[in-house]
């Protein structure tokens, strides 16, 4: 893929910097870096085309998503995070009095459907890569597919895993993990994790879960590589595999929300009996209307007879009287 071409030194650039850590304050840890790469994009688009980043207009950020598309080929999720740090980037200057109102405001999006496009891999496809991962030399490439695969951790969650962060709570083996927005929250591990986790950490009592070849820890893009291989490895065709695709494999699902913590999986559950299906029991009603979901098991009452009184015999009825 084509590098952008480094921001070059200018007199908007010395305005627009000041700008820079008001916005990028409102993020830390990963948040923040990936934020000021997304800036640092559009910043790098404006100097490719000579255009002051605040003297932009709606109009320029319409071509600013078209390069995205057509120039870069971004997926429109990748094109709706990073015209969002935009938009933040200038409503960040409409608050602080910099600019009167914001260009991307009326920008048209491209539409990012509600559920995500990625595939996992299927059940055999995930057995044969379990598989592929135990047979390897190196320890941490079993602790890697089963933390991914299995408890359905993201790919920062096991990388920044620490050997101290394991821990045993009500009875059940923990990993305290910081997920996004950095919130701490008690991931419950299957014994098979908990069992690719040791095999990974041997003897040693601190440092990384995961660690990569040369001894330090692993972080996402060593993560990739190493699965690609083992993918290679297990004979499965995929076409560019990345750790993500294990988050959708796990089964069964697995969220790592706080009401995931160990005490509430501790309790046991209850299991709800399915109610009565109207093929194998006849429907019950209060009114005596029959129902065509079963026939009735007995044959149906006979209706009275509707008995006709005569007139009582020396009585005249009034017709008879008018007639004569």
């Keep these: ?109 491209p539409a990012v459907a509600a559920e995500s496009p990625t595939l996992g891999f299927t059940h055999l496809q995930f057995e044969a890569l379990l598989t592929a991962a135990r047979q390897s030399p190196h320890p941490c490439d079993f602790a890697l597919v089963a933390m991914l695969g299995l408890p359905g951790l993201r790919i920062f969650e096991a990388t920044g895993s620490d050997i101290v962060d394991l821990g045993e709570e009500h009875g059940h083996r923990v990993l305290r993990v910081c997920g996004k927005g950095t919130k701490i929250v008690l991931v419950p591990l299957p014994p098979a994790v908990g069992r690719a986790i040791d095999r990974a950490v041997a003897d040693r009592t601190t440092g990384p879960v995961l660690l990569n070849s040369r001894g330090a820890r692993m972080d996402r893009h060593a993560a990739t590589r190493r699965l690609r291989r083992l993918v290679a490895t297990a004979g499965i065709q995929a076409a560019r595999a990345h750790p993500h ?64 009184t005569p007139p009582a015999c020396g009585r005249r009825t009034a017709l008879q009287n008018r007639g004569r």
């Design 1 to 109: 893929m084509p590098q952008s071409p480094p921001i070059k030194p200018g007199s908007w650039l010395t305005g627009c910097g000041l700008r820079w850590p008001p916005y990028l304050a409102r993020f830390k840890g990963s948040s923040r870096e990936h934020t000021e790469s997304d800036l640092r994009c559009y910043l790098t688009w404006c100097a490719g085309h000579a255009l002051d980043p605040l003297a932009a207009q709606r109009p320029h950020l319409e071509l600013y998503i078209r390069w995205m598309q057509e120039t870069r080929r971004f997926k429109p999720s990748t094109i709706s995070r990073r015209f969002s740090v935009t938009a933040g980037f200038y409503r960040t200057c409409v608050i602080d009095g910099v600019l009167e109102h914001s260009p991307a405001e009326h920008v048209r999006r």
């Design 245 to 308: 695709m294990l988050r959708h494999t796990r089964s069964p699902p697995c969220s790592t929300q706080a009401s995931t913590c160990a005490m509430s999986r501790s309790k046991p559950v209850t299991p709800i009996r399915a109610p009565p299906c109207a093929t194998t029991e006849p429907a019950r009603t209060l009114t005596a209307t029959r129902t065509t979901s079963s026939p009735p098991s007995w044959p149906p009452a006979p209706e009275p007879a509707l008995r006709l």
